[in-house]
């Protein structure tokens, strides 16, 4: 059979980035989008295009892996607090890979690879990353050659602490000395490329240096602005509560924050974009 990939989860940070590398490689891919919005945003670089919610049930993408060699999933629910709350952590997260690893399953699908979370599998107690764990679990049990791979966070993701710069503060819980390699977008699509063909069943992955929250945040106030103000952790714990009073998702967002804010959060160093020429190049126009 002819190579040929789906990529699940396209019009986003990483699938973008995914779907265009691949392209300049001259690949044949799908994709799966879920709205007329995203499919325009991806249709320079493919005209194999679904539009569907994935996690409204196995029938809605019955037939996507047909003639697919190897499905990619960068699927999920943003963790940012400034994006559309949307359908929670389970249904995005679980349900709709669940339905995509289900038909790949019936059509002979050789190969998933499943970009996951650092810390799913020490945290089950939050929305977050339980609903990363549960679909590990389920791919791991398919029968399925795959690779899961769980990045440290991406420099995109840190575009919350930029806009909260821009309202005049850059929070930072604890003592801020906890450490990370964040990645750029663009570095992990090449690490997703890498394990096309075969790769480890799981992988930790990072980028090129590694600094602390508060050197982060430093260079978060160089560029943009704003005061650094420390959060202990005792009313950081109690802050997390709170929100729960009026939404779940915020609650839930907040408490994952927490969580990978004060500790350390370092994968295996990948690519060669640093944070710092990330924020060189990020334009705070395109920010709330």
Request: charged share 30%.
């Amino acid at each position: 059979m002819k190579e040929k990939i789906l990529l699940a989860g396209a019009s986003g940070a990483l699938g973008f980035e995914t779907l265009k590398l691949f392209s300049e490689k001259g690949m044949s891919v799908r994709v799966l989008v879920r709205s007329a919005d995203e499919a325009d945003k991806i249709s320079a670089y493919t005209d194999d295009i679904w539009k569907a919610d994935a996690s409204k049930g196995n029938l809605i993408v019955e037939g996507i892996t047909e003639n697919i060699t190897t499905v990619i999933s960068t699927l999920g629910k943003s963790v940012s607090l400034f994006t559309n709350r949307g359908k929670s952590f389970i249904e995005n997260d679980f349900y709709a890979n669940s339905n995509i690893l289900d038909d790949a399953r019936k059509n002979d699908v050789k190969r998933f690879v499943y970009v996951s979370i650092k810390g799913a599998e020490r945290a089950p107690e939050y929305a977050v990353t339980k609903s990363h764990k549960m679909f590990e679990d389920a791919l791991q049990a398919s029968g399925l050659d795959y690779t899961i791979i769980r990045p440290v966070g991406f420099f995109s993701g840190l575009n919350d602490l930029a806009i909260m710069a821009k309202r005049k503060v850059i929070p930072i819980l604890g003592d801020g000395e906890a450490k990370t390699n964040s990645i750029h977008q663009k570095d992990m699509a090449q690490v997703v490329l890498e394990q096309l063909h075969e790769g480890p069943d799981i992988m930790e992955v990072g980028g090129p240096l590694v600094h602390t929250r508060r050197e982060m945040a430093e260079m978060i106030k160089d560029k943009v602005g704003g005061k650094i103000l420390l959060v202990p952790d005792k009313i950081a714990e109690w802050g997390m509560f709170i929100p729960e009073m009026v939404d779940d998702d915020i609650s839930a967002k907040l408490k994952y924050f927490k969580f990978v804010t004060t500790h350390d959060m370092i994968g295996e160093k990948h690519g060669k974009i640093t944070f710092k020429e990330y924020l060189m190049n990020l334009d705070l126009k395109d920010l709330p």
